[in-house]
């Protein structure tokens, strides 16, 4: 139905109403016979089952789909050999993982994309011993990302963050920018020196960078399992890790489920009562 006979049909219950409050029910005071208002009437409630939601109910509901999908599934623990992630979701993930969070822009970690079997057979064999479990997830997954951690923070790098804010014009007033510096060191100075946690505390933020790394995947329909199941001083002289100034902090092998092999079994977790508490 379009918009004009809407408008006609809405016009004419409002006449027939104005009509039946005042006790007139025939066609000359309503303008229109109302079986012709019921027959506009059902036109109308037709057209709009039929129509689709607005956008952004349909959006929601999408997101809540996707929620309840997210809440009720396991992580993936076998992977599809046979399925590779495709170039443009793969770089469409690298991008989201580039922007995560960083406190005071430190930005402390560098990633180790595994896309060939030679790649991922390195990292498989240098698990160590007790963590073989995982190495058919990383041989099966269409990719394994090694995320490793900056072990502290040296001048070299801080003056390499701090050049590339200024290229890019994230302090537009040069003052600011020379304020958020100092700012920033004096911060870092704290967590060396007061706290001395600068290595746990930029670790933290590589455990942030990999949970929305995993929601994203899942809004691409990747599946994401993090394993800290290796031996990180095998791994790191693998792949020459620690010479870069860096140790592995976590794994995120990526890819798609094995539809035979997927846990159907319900999810455990407290109830609500015994994890939130209302202030």
Not at 61 to 69: E, F, P, R, S, V
């Amino acid at each position: 139905m379009g918009p004009a006979l809407y408008t006609h049909a809405m016009r004419a219950l409002e006449q027939a109403t104005k009509a039946l409050l005042a006790g007139d029910l025939t066609p000359a005071t309503t303008g229109i016979s109302f079986g012709r208002v019921r027959e506009l009437l059902a036109r109308c409630t037709q057209n709009l089952r039929t129509t689709a939601p607005h956008p952004v109910i349909a959006r929601r509901k999408q997101i809540d789909m996707n929620l309840d999908k997210l809440m009720n599934k396991h992580l993936t623990r076998y992977f599809d050999p046979s399925k590779t992630i495709p170039e443009e979701t793969l770089q469409q993930l690298l991008r989201f993982l580039r922007s995560t969070p960083s406190s005071v822009n430190v930005q402390p970690n560098h990633f180790y994309v595994l896309a060939t079997p030679e790649g991922k057979e390195r990292l498989t064999a240098n698990l160590g011993e007790r963590f073989q479990d995982n190495a058919e997830k990383i041989l099966n997954a269409s990719h394994t990302i090694i995320l490793t951690t900056r072990a502290d923070v040296p001048d070299s790098h801080l003056e390499a963050v701090f050049t590339k804010e200024r290229a890019d014009g994230r302090f537009p007033d040069p003052s600011k920018q020379e304020l958020w510096e100092s700012m920033t060191r004096d911060f870092l100075n704290l967590r060396s020196y007061g706290y001395k946690d600068l290595n746990h505390w930029m670790e933290k933020q590589t455990y942030m960078a990999v949970g929305l790394t995993m929601m994203a995947a899942a809004e691409l329909g990747v599946e994401a399992t993090p394993l800290e199941g290796f031996d990180p001083t095998s791994v790191d002289k693998a792949f020459k890790i620690r010479e870069t100034g860096h140790s592995t902090t976590v794994l995120l092998a990526l890819g798609y489920p094995d539809p035979e092999r997927v846990y159907t079994t319900p999810i455990s977790r407290f109830h609500a009562d015994h994890l939130f508490t209302f202030i």
